[in-house]
Every structure is written in structure tokens, then in C-alpha cells.
């Protein structure tokens, strides 16, 4: 395990020699203004990112035969410049198969994901429908599938990428869901819910999370709406006698959820669960960028009265963060 | 009481006789093609409006003292001309005061004031802020704003509006950000529910309501989230000792309640509670569209395969009735 | 066969008597301003619409059992009303099994639709990739597909929509995609025909034309992109060996071809073929549109330097037909 | 007094050794790359704003005490690195009471200031309607406005923003507003002036100006345009008998006077007041802009052919200075 | 001269005859709903127009040889229909060369042309700039060109066009600019004011003004931004010794007045003079078209509490007549 | 001749000395942070551009009279720094007439320029209107215009700007144009040639490229649209017996080839040979442009799964290699 994550580096004496295993998201030959040459690196783990410097490439401590996606252990000091941490890399060689633990060299949600999963079969088995219950635990009982729900995070930036954060998110907003529906009579509760499952599935296919997160290609050319209602469909017609208007309904739900032509939903909410997914949907992502951004300004020792940084889900808005500022707890 | 309301008109023999009370929302004169004068008026009950036509203003029948604004008993005639209802006036007159009761000839919410205020002031009663609790019960013990509260519609637009029409929104909006604010721990719920209750608070003088739903020029003018804003920072001034901070957030929350500046907010909501106040208030008026549509379509008798008109608060689009179409209840 | 046409009304003696075949696009009861009830109709044949008015319903010369769908013959006299022009119906009855032409009465295409398919399936074994004749070959030879191919239309609006329309467009765009192709030597010749081929064949399931042409429900809520994609992802899925990389190009042809997240298009053109089937499609959409509108000025008397009425298509402009200003033919 | 201002260094000996007087408006604690702490600071004074180093703050002659906010004494030497002025401090302490001149060490306006709040008053006293002097003269007496009116900025960024800014602007516009009214008879001329004195009277406190220039929270959340119609609000309340509809008008000139829901007013101009108020406001604010960039293209040397930089006011135009292009004078 | 003119109907008698002069705007053979052929014809004069019917257009009183642009004397009488007043016209025949002024048959400015244009000419005579005012003398020496400019209107709509609007256009404009220019030292006067006389000047040829006012096809494809700058080019050319320099600055000021590239300016203003013709061309056209609205209001008998009409140069809002409210004259 | 060009140093041994011939982009007097005066550089060639950096401008070897614009030897050796490539020079002096050939020290078109020209008058020479002939005869024979025409750039940005760039770009969008324009049989193929050759022709005066590329004043102010019009108009105008017809045509097609007025288009495409232009010349700058991005992939060495950078010929998206990636050859 390690002893030492990249966040808590900004606590610690710059200067002062440490080591522990990173993962290699990047090794590029460069040159310094005199001609010498270095090895640029980024090293990530689960609590973040960190450029790192070789100065001397040929010492016979730096291993010569690493690359990109490579678990490697390093040892040396780290510094600030311009504001951002950098390493000077001083040793470093492959770590040992075994030696490290790859769930601790990515990002990955703070929740219990087995209890994620449970939470999330819970709310399939709550269903009344049984033809949405039959297809959502055609879909869950794929082992490949399944698998890679709970892996996958919901975003490539770090800011709010993490593995498993896919399923934190479904899960959050199946709670919430579950809160709000009952104050529309007007709306189909199992069907409201299957899109809140299904809506962002095609995002199993969209990124990579191996090395880093990253999109594929096809991720980049299709998109995870097409990919989430291509796999939608495709289990659906596998299921006799599974009823067309609902099919309709269903792939409706995954392919309007982004709400606006522009955000790239091929078509808008048209039923009212449609309507009410895009908004939980987006609630929700705003919130949690919000709460990131306070937990981030805490971290970063801004004061009560101080804003947020720059929030992009919110279109570059700056918060304040109300209970901090009414010198409430937290 | 009446006995016939114009919207049970649509179902009423054409050219059969009948006879109710009206209020009359305009009276212009008109010539006809062949040079006669005629009076051509608007009439409204609580279920609708109706155009009326008199087409021998001088007939000893049809008294000439009314004006826009009055109670009249009329008798006539209804068919359908160019699909709009309208009504052949053959006798007039002006009602005697207590003949008819005023509440059937404005649209009105079909809930119980009386519990929705109770409902209200019980929102205020669960506060735990003691500052907030105080100036919502200093401003709902106003008599002349409390009674304004209870009868103002909530826009001018038939559509959604009629008396009472605020209060049960706010009811409504109240209940849902009750359901909503524990998903999220940085919320300040009593901060929510004050933003909830106030933020069309200046509808009261936005609007007149004594003969059909108007903009007053104060309303054109100002606008009902300055006269709330002035209206709630009056009487947190008069409150001794009234925390200044959160005077700041009851008026931000007000200010930013329209979400974007194109809306007509000066301020985007740039704290937790502004948001989530946003996002509930967007899509209860929404929900409360979608449901007026969706009844407007049995009305007018749609099948279940068939969209909805084009619906103004979702920019034009149509909608489908999931449960319809699925061929379930209602 | 039918005698007269709508068209040809225009120019017919108003008033004179005249009888034909229609097909009833819509049928609505009504009620004159004096309490008469009357029936309205919107007759069609293919070469245009006709408000159809029988002002005495009870009339024994009128069938009593035709519904919207049916063909009918009518006997009446033309004449214009507002510059619309009416059809004063005297006699209706329904027409026998195999009296009338179907294909007389919807719009269709003025060209050989035996003619354009052999063109299309030409262009389709002009290919050099195998993967992709297979892939348009299978398509191309389901004979449900086929047919529904050769006869829809390629829009719902009167305008541009005729049975035979779909085909004409793909038709038109192969033949000049086949002239540009060429000239970038970047371009994946195959791939952009496969892309012109399938990039509308969802809209033989988004739209119907058994009586006029309507948007289906699954239209309205999953759209031709959605649906055309699917199809197009079966049937590969249904090849073996089908390279997946294909696979994902001609997906992204069919998604991206509105070349606007705006458009409908969930995705961007992000590969050249895209980015040229995207342009072609709009200019040939449009000239569409600019010669359609030339030829509606020509009939309607227009001189050589008034402009055409505002094309839809072109963001309501208007245009001067370049040859009849200077004075040439045509 | 100071001897030697952050302007005057671009013409000094880089590397030669002077002390002045500074406010310090930013001090950060850093690391060099090597690993050795450093301190960083925003120094400024009325001329403009200078990056500070101190490479050794453990040196004796470096203070330990000071903060942002300060007055110091600084001594060393300046030289130009990426085109940006640093200054590297060898020496540094507070100053003591009384020994340097605010004044000299915030950017203010170059007129007197005395002189033009007499121009103001004058404009007041000028006026014909009792109600609008009486409420403008209330405003202006009070003390603790009018000191603040005379000091603030009319912005926060540098640029334009300066102590008694606010003043400036708002007598350079009464000037103009006085030569445009007359050419529009249906203009009431003194409730357009009184447009110009009070749109901005919100800047008091949006923004703070005693170290350096800075929005206040209350800025933030509510903005300078409800600051400002709350104080007048108040103001027209405290004067018995103020006419309601004046009060309606005057409210609305503030709230109004950015002329567009984006840019932050809650209603459009609807009087031709606000119309006027907008556009003098646009003009002026933009003509400063454009004579601010034409000074700066002289002092940084460019030729009379070289537009301006990317002036923020005008959407990152650059502009020509028309009589230098021509050879005239100035 | 006529003793009746079409504004005057508003207040005449209905049903009662009258005859009058009128230029035929239009004519067109229409066909009664029971099929009679009937002559529909839109009658101007200085005041309005006005829909004119022939019901019997074989009636030895009407006419046969009258055609678009004739002047026309007709007897009848005026109804109102659907709020818009129609002559019913009995009697029609051409008038007699000089029976009936032309001058009277067209909107046109209520001002004295001549006295306007000495107002112009004394503007041009007040340069001190000896090379614009040589090109202003030169342009408005040019008979054919003085004379196009007297009578032209500033622009299609009936609204604000009428003969003669341009040139009242432009000398107000002067009048303006003259106020403003010395408010702004950086202003080039004689530049400013060359501008303000040419901006418009290709409406003389983008305007036709024989039978109302239309656009020429040259108008439509090159606009009167560019057929200006070719006719101010094409003069400064034939000016022996023009200074190249300050023919681009001329160029740049037709160019840019528009202020937008949206507004069909390809170049936005990038001189202190272009910024500033912009702006007042704006404020006084907008000022125009609220004291217009204005006027229209009290001829339409609106209250003082009501607003205007929707203002088309003012995105449809609607304006409150501040004076008027207030109570005060006018 | 050079022996080493700027994009051969990419592969060039860093740190190794060289010399070459380079033309002074810009030359800047800097300090370094320690207080010593060196020269900041930009050495262009017709490969690209180079940052040079004299540390020792006192050095005999390094000339002191050379300034922008001039023609230079120099020697030194180059280093990246940052990713860019920056050259120490310790040696400079100015070339010798003659010594150096100006066409190898600005970027010019990889095709024959005399090729080109022919390819130009070819289709001048294929027209079928003897009146477009006659106009663009008589351009193409001025000799100072045909001289600019081979020379200029079609842009200022280095990106697509080269000299020759413009004759490369009519040339190949006249190749288009006649393979499209037999498609469609309502275009006026010599029209839209025109419109093809004329389009940018005001470029030539809109850029300087004597010392790298430059927009002139004129440019900037008016415009290569009004330039090109103006130019058109003036030759035009000189033919005897030019249709007045035409010339409004022709002028359009270049007044409206940016196809928007937020493009700078003064007019839109309101006939189909300027609907035609403006769809080709975008077409064809896009597909360059993707070509262009293709071969910089290949040159970074960027893996055919990788998507160019971002192009801002299309909104900033990132493009795919279709045929690298299939695993094609190119």
C-alpha cells in the first residue's frame, strides 16, 4: 500500500525526500534551454495528478525501460512552481506485479461500491413494471457489463472523474428520483427511474479508464447517447415479447437526456419523465460541481468571505459558500 | 350562483337559449360591413372567456349603462365560428349587487385557501432559523399582504393564472423543496423555504386582478422582483437586530430566482440554495404547463396518439402523454 | 384515371361544375354562424390540397360512411376565397375498389422510380470496397425496405414532399457527390456514397404516407438519425466479419449528417467524408428549395424582377432568378 | 511625498537602486525552484501596480510585520522580465504615520474634485421640477454619501478605475445629457439628470476602494443596480409627500440603465428618459475606453499606422487614432 | 387640391359619400365567394392608405383603362371592417394632368424642404476642412443628385418614409452630432458631420419612390451601404489631389454606420468618428420611433396609463409616454 | 540558395552549429532578469518562422545595422524550449544583393505559379458570355494587378498563408465549380466563374507581404469585400456598353460570398450562383484546412488513433484521419 498520496504533498516540506508508486500517465524526451536532455512525466494516483522531472535521464537509478500506463516507483522531492507542484524524480524503477495496488493509483469514489450496487438492485427490484424490471436485470446480470458499470467513471476531467463515479451518480439520482417522483401523480415512476439507470450507460464504451480516463474513438465519433440506446435497443429486441411503445419510450429517455439539441441530444424531453430526468439530472451535476468547489476552496485556505473559483458546469460562476460565510459549521 | 359556466358551453346545444351572469372584461363599438353599429365585448366567468356580440345595441332589452369592469346578467345564444366560441347577446343588464357572487367570474385554483394558507404557515412553524421564522411571520401577519398573497394569480396569462394561483404555487414549490433539500447536506433549508415563499412576493403589486389579470405600470415599470426585493428588505429593516448577512441572501435569493439574466434576473444565483430555488421553481412551472396541456388535450379530444399543442413554457414544443399512449388509467 | 387535377382548377372557369377522385385528408364537422352544421374537408390528389366544403350534410347525394383515408368521387365547383381556392362539394360517394389510381392521389415524383433505383443500385456496385457493397447490397435487396425506399417521401411538408421523394434526393446527391469526390484525393469514395445512401433511410420509418404524410410517434420521439443508425447497426451486426472500424464510420456518417448539434445531430462531422456529405446535403436541399421556389413565381405570375416568396430553407430570403432578369430562357 | 512613482520606472535605469512609499496589495509566501522560500507582492500607487520579490526574507532589513493593506517603505531595483516591470526589494519597513499620503498610493482622478461636485451641485440647483431637487439635494447632503460619492471608483479593473471616478463619470455625462436633451422636446429633463446622477450611486458599496479596488459580498450577490434603487427607494420614502409615480420613474431609470436583460438590468428602457440615460451612458463609457487605449498606444511607443490593443469595452476591437493617422497634431 | 384626405376618415361619417383624389397602389381582380368578379385596389395619398372595393367593376362609371400609379379620382363611401377602414368605391376615373398634385398623393416630410436644405448647405459651409467640404459641395452641386436627395424617404416602411425623410433624417442628425462633437476633443468635426450626411446617401438609388415606396432590385442585391461608398468613391476620385487617407476614413464612415456586421455593416466602426455617427444614427432613429408611437397613441385614443403599441426599432417593446402619465401637457 | 530550412530543424541535432538566411520578422531591444540588454528576434523563412535570441548584441560579430525587413545571415545553434524552437545566434550580418533569393525567405505555393495562371486564363478562355469575358480579360491583362494576383497570400495567418495562396485557391475552387455547376441546370456557369475568380480579389490590397504578412490600413478599415467591389465597379465602369444588369450581379456575388452578415458579407446570397460560391469557397477553405491538420498530425508523429488538434476552420473540433486509421496507406 502506499504511504504517501499526491494530495497530501502540499502539506509536506518541500525539499524533502520521499517515494511511492505512481502510475505513468505520460513520458516525453524533451531538451533544457542548454541542450540537455530530461524526461517530462505526469504521475497520477488516486488523489491526483503531479508533473515530474528527470533531470538526468542516464543515471543508472532511473530504469530505462518504463512507459506510458506503467506502475513505477519513484523517489524524490517535490516543489512548487508557478503554483503547481512539481517532482524532481531522483530513482525510480517498474514496481513488482503484486507490489501496488492499482485501486490506489486512480481516482475512485469514497462510497462502498458493493453498497452502490446493492442500493441500485434495490431500486430495480422496488419496480411495478415488469417488463422495465426485466430489462434492467437482463442488463445488470451481464457480468461484463456489470462489471464495468461499477468500474467506470462519469467523466473524463479529473475534476469529477473517479472510478465507480458512474454509479455514484446513478445512484444519487435515483435517490433523488425516488424523492420527487410521487409529487407528479402524472408521472410513470419505473419508467422515470429506468432512464435515470440507463441514461449515461453508453459511457461504458465511451471512455477508457485504464490509464487514465480518456475517450475512445468510438466514444469521440458516436458519442455514449448513441452507444447507451444502441445497447438499450439491442437487449430490448432480445427480450420476446417486449413491447414496442415502450422500447419507444425508453430509448426516447436515454437519447433526449442531455435536455437541448446543443448539449447534444439528437431530441428533447417530449414525456414528462423525459423532462423531469434532464432536470434531476442536471441539478444533480451542478450540485456536486459545487460541492467540489467549496471542498476545494477549504483545501486551498480561502476564507469565508472569498468566492469559489471559476465553476464551469455553471458557466464560469463563482459561489459563495453560504453556511461558511454565515460562520455556521462545516 | 350560475347555473351555466362558459366552458360548459362547448358541450351546449348551438343556437338553444341561455341566460347567466358575466363580467365583463371589454366593451368596444364596432360597424359592420353594411355600416351598422354593433357592440362587440369580451365576457368571463371563472371557467373562461367568451366574445360577445350585440348586434342592436339600441334593442330596449340591452341596457346602456355598463361599462368594462361591471357584473351583467346576459341572455343569448352560443355556436362556433371559426372554431371560437361566441356568444349572441339578445338582453342585458346590469346584476344587482349580492345577485352573483364575484369568485365565480374569475378563474380561481380549485384547492382550498384555507389549507394552503394553513399549509403555508405551517412551512413557517418547521423553521428552525429563528431570524427567518420572524420575518416571514411578520410579513404573513400583514393583513393587507396576506390577503393580497391569498388572492393574487400567479401571472396574467389565462393559462396558468387565476386566484390564488400564487399561493398554490408557492404551496406546491414548498412541498417539493421539502422533499429535495435533505438530498443535499449544504443546503439551508429554512435559507430555501424563505427564498421559496418570497420570490414572487412582488406578484401582489405586479399584477391587478379586480377585472381580468393585468400588468400595473408599477408592474411594467419595476417589475415583481425589484417591488419583492423592496418589499422584503423594508421589512427586515424594520426587524431590530436582523442579522445583515442574511438580509443579503433573502434578497440574492429573490434577485436570482429567474436563473439567467436573460430571464430578467440582475443576478445569477451564485449560492447553494439560489440554484436549487431556481432549478425546483423551472420545473414545477413546467410540470404545471405539461398537466394544463395534457387536460386541455381531453378536452378537446386528442387521441392518445396524438401531441399536445405547442407548449409556450417549453419553447414551443409538443408534448406526449406517456400514460395515454401506454394505454394506461386516466 | 382522373380527368382533372387540382392544379389545373386554377386555371378553370369558376363556378363551372367539374367532378373527380380525391383522397380525404381530413374530414370535421362544423357549424355555420347561423347555427347550420356543415362538413369541412381537405381533399388531396398529387398535385395538391383543396378545402372542400358541403354545406348540406343531409343531402341524399351525400355518402354518409367515408371516413379520413378514403378515396371518394366529389362533384362541385371550384372557386377562390381570401386567394385560396374552395371546392363547393354538391356530390360525394366512395370510390370503388380499383375505379381510382392510389398513385394519382398523393404527390410523387416526376421522375422514373424504376430508372432511379437501377441508378442507385449502379452507383452502388461502382464500389471497390467490399465491406461496404456487402453491407448496401443486404439492405438494398430486403425487399420490405426496398419498397418503403422507392416510396417515401423526403420530408413531410407539402413542399418538398412526394412518394419517390427520398429516393429522387439520395439519387441527385450520389450523382453529385460522384463529381466532387474526386477532386480531394483525402476522401474515402466509398464511405461517402455509403454515407449519402443511408444518411435519410430512417425517415422510411419517421414518416408515414398512407394518407398524406405524417410524422409516427416513434418519429417524433427517437427521430430518422436515431432510426437510421439502428438500422444500419443491425444489419452490420448481422454480417459476419463486418470490420468494426467501418462500423463505427458509417455510424458516425448517418449521425453527424445534419452538421449541427442545433440540427439534430448528436455529433459533428469529425472525419472528411462526414464533412462533405454534410455540405453536399445542404446544397442540394437548398437549390432544391431556390428551383421549386423559381417555378412556384413562374405560376403565379411573378415578373422577371420580382423576388420569390421567403425560403423556408434559407432562413426566410428571398431570391431573383438570375436568367429570367437578364432576360434569357426559361 | 513620494519622489518617484511605478510609472516613472519604465523610463528608469533598470538595475539602479531608489526607495519610494507603496501600498501592498498582495503577499504571498513562495518557493524558488531550488527549493528556497520567497516572498511575493503586489505593490502599487496611484500610477499603476508593480510585482515585488524578496529573495531573502530572512534578511534583517526586511520587516516582519507587515500585511496586505499596509503602507510600506521599500528600497531596491526594477527591471523588465517577460515584458512585465518587477522589482527586486532589498530593504523593507512600514512607513510611519503621517509619513506617507494615501493619496499619492491609489490611482485618482486628475481633476479636482472639489470643483466637480460644485459642477454637480450646480446641475442640481439648475433644476425646475421641487421633487426631484429635493430628493438629489437630500442624497447629497448626506455626509457620509457624499464622501463616499467623492471617493469611489466607478469600476473595479484598473483601467478605468480610479478614486473619484464615479464623480467624473457622472459629471462628464451630466454635461453631455445637458447639450442632448434639448434636441428632444418629449424629454423631461430633469428626471433624465436625475438618471445620471443616481444610476450609479449603487458603486458606493459594491465596490471597496481602501486597498486597492475590490468587490464587497454584498456587491456580489446583490449588484450596484439594487444597491442603488434601494437607497433611493429609502430616500423618496423618508421625504413626505414624494409623488408616487416620480418615485416608479426614478427607480426605473436606475434599474434600467444597462439597456439589456444580459448585461444585467431587470427591465428594458421604457421611457425615453431611459432610453437617452442608456445611450449617453454606452457613449461615454465607450469614449473613455477609446481615449484611455490612445494614450496607452503613445506611451508604449506606437506608430500612427498601429491600431490600438484589444479595447474590452468595444468586444476586443482594436481602434485607429484618426488625427494621428492623418498627421495632425496631438 | 383635394379637400378629403384618408386620415380624415377616421372621424367621418360611415356609409356617407365623399370623393377625393388617390394614386392607385395597387390593383387586383379578385372573385366573391359566389363567384363574381370583383376589382381590389390599395389607395394612397399623403395621409395613409386605404383598401379600396369595385364590386361592379362593369359599371359605366368605373373606369376600364386605370392601372398601378395612376392618379385616380373615386367616389364612395368608408366602412369600418375588422378595424381597418375600406372604401366601398362607386364611381372612378382618371384625373385630368394637373387636376389633382402630386405632392399630395404622397407621405412627405412636414417640413420646409427648402429651409432644410439651406440648414444642410449651411453645415457643409461651416467646414474647415477644405477637402470634405470640397467633396460635399461637389456631390450636392450635382443637380440630378440635390434633387433625389430633396425628395427621397429614409426608408420603406410606411412608418417612418415619406418624401423628404431622408433629408430630414440627416439634418437632424447634423444638429445632433453638432452638440456632441465638442463634448469629445478627440472628435474630428468635419469628419463627424461628412459622415452624417453621406451614411444614407445610397438610399437615393436603393429606394424607389414613384408609386409608394419599394425597393429597387439594385437596392435588394447591393444595399445602400455599398451603392454609397461606390458614389462617394467614385467622386472623391474625380477630385483632383483627394488625400488617399482620408478617402479610406470617408469610405470607413459609410461603411461601419450600422454598427453591427449584423446589421449588414461590414466593418464596424474603428475610428472615434464612426463610434460616434453610429450612436446618435441609432439614438435618433429609436427617438424618432417613440415619438412616432407616441403620436399614435393619443390619435388612437389610448389613456395616459396605457403603453405604447409594440415598437418594431425597439425589439417590439412598448413605451410609457413619461409626460402624459405625469399629468403634464402635451 | 539556403542549405538548411526552419522546418528542418526539427530533426536537427540540438546544440549543433549552423548557418542559414533568414528575413527579420521582428527585432526587440529586452533585458534579462539580472539587468542585461539582448535582441530579441523572429527569423522567418518560407518554411516557417524561428524565435532568435542575441544574448550579445555588443559582440563584434553581430551586425548593428540591420532592422525589420532586412535579408540576413546568421549562425548559432538551436534548442527547445518549451516545445518551441528557439535559435541562439552568435554570429549576424546583412546578405549581400543577390546573395540570397527572396522567394525562398517567405512561404509560397508548392505549385507551378506560371502553371496556375494558365490553368486561370484557361477557364477566363471557356467562357460563353462574351461581356464576363471582355471584364475579366481586362483584369487579368492589368499588369500591376496580375502581378499582385500570382503573388498574394489568401490570408494573413501563417496557417494557410502563403504567397501564391490566393491564385491556388481560385484555381482549385475553379475546378470545383466546373464539375458542380452542370448539376444543377439554373446556374449561369460563366457567372459563377466570376464570382470564383473575383471573390477575394480585394485581397490584394487588404494584405502587404513584403515583410511577412501584414492587413494594410486600408485593409483593415474597409475591407478586401468593399476593395474587391470598388475595383470590380471601377473596371466595369470603364467597359463601354457593360450591362447594367451584369454589373449588379457580379458585384453581388462578391458583396455576399461570406455567405453572413456576421462574415462581414454586407448582403446574403440572394441568387443561385452567389448561393453556389458561397457554399464551394466554404467547402474548399475547410477541406484545405483538414488537409492541412492531417499532414501536421503526420509531422508530430501522432498515431493514426489520435485526432488532430483543434481546427479553427471548424469551430475548434478535432478531426479524424479515416484513411489512417482504417490502416490505409498515406
Redesign the interface.
Known amino acids: 500500500m502506499k504511504d504517501i498520496y499526491i494530495a497530501d504533498l502540499a502539506n509536506f516540506d ?2 524533502r525526500n520521499f517515494d511511492s508508486y505512481f502510475l505513468v500517465l505520460l513520458k516525453q524526451q ?6 540537455k536532455p530530461y524526461l517530462n512525466l505526469i504521475l497520477g494516483d488516486k488523489t491526483g495528478q503531479l508533473e515530474g522531472r528527470i533531470w538526468d535521464p542516464a543515471d543508472p537509478r532511473i530504469a530505462k525501460d518504463f512507459e506510458r500506463g506503467d506502475i513505477v516507483k519513484a523517489r524524490g ?1 517535490a ?3 508557478d503554483d503547481r507542484l512539481q517532482m524532481k524524480v531522483d530513482q525510480l524503477r517498474l514496481a513488482q506485479p503484486g507490489e501496488a495496488d492499482k485501486a490506489d493509483l486512480l481516482p475512485s469514489t469514497t462510497y462502498d461500491v458493493a453498497k452502490l450496487w446493492s442500493q441500485l438492485v434495490g431500486f430495480v427490484e422496488s419496480f411495478t413494471n415488469p417488463e422495465l424490471m426485466r430489462l434492467l436485470t437482463t442488463l445488470l446480470e451481464d457480468p461484463a457489463l456489470a462489471r464495468a458499470f461499477r468500474e467506470a467513471p462519469a467523466a473524463k476531467q479529473l475534476h469529477h472523474a473517479w472510478l465507480g463515479g458512474l454509479l455514484e451518480h446513478v445512484v ?1 439520482l435515483c ?2 428520483a425516488d ?2 417522483a410521487p ?2 401523480p ?1 408521472i ?1 415512476r419505473d ?1 422515470l427511474m429506468t432512464g435515470v439507470i440507463l441514461h449515461d450507460i453508453g459511457k461504458v464504451r465511451e471512455l477508457s479508464w485504464e490509464i487514465g480516463f480518456e475517450y475512445t ?2 466514444g ?4 455514449h ?2 452507444i447507451g ?2 445497447l438499450a ?2 437487449t430490448m429486441d432480445s427480450l420476446p415479447g417486449f413491447p414496442p ?2 422500447k ?2 425508453v ?2 429517455m436515454i ?1 433526449s437526456h442531455h435536455g437541448k ?8 424531453p ?4 423525459a ?2 430526468l434532464n ?1 434531476l439530472d ?2 444533480d451535476a ?2 456536486q460541481a ?2 467540489g468547489e ?1 471542498e476545494k476552496s477549504i483545501r486551498e485556505g480561502k476564507g469565508p ?1 472569498e ?1 469559489t473559483g471559476k465553476v464551469w458546469a ?1 458557466d464560469q ?7 461558511r ?2 460562520g ?1 459549521g ?1
Open positions: 518541500e525539499g524533451r531538451t533544457t534551454k542548454t541542450n522531492s516543489s512548487r512552481f444519487s435517490t433523488l424523492r420527487v409529487h407528479y402524472m410513470d419508467l474513438v468510438e469521440v465519433l458516436l458519442g447517447i448513441q440506446a444502441a435497443e439491442k411503445k415502450l419507444v419510450l430509448l426516447h437519447l439539441l446543443e448539449f447534444g441530444s439528437p431530441k428533447l417530449m414525456i414528462p419523465e423532462l423531469v432536470f442536471d441539478l451542478k450540485m459545487v460541492a467549496f468571505d468566492l455553471l460562476r463563482q459561489l459563495l459558500n453560504t453556511r460565510w454565515l455556521e462545516k
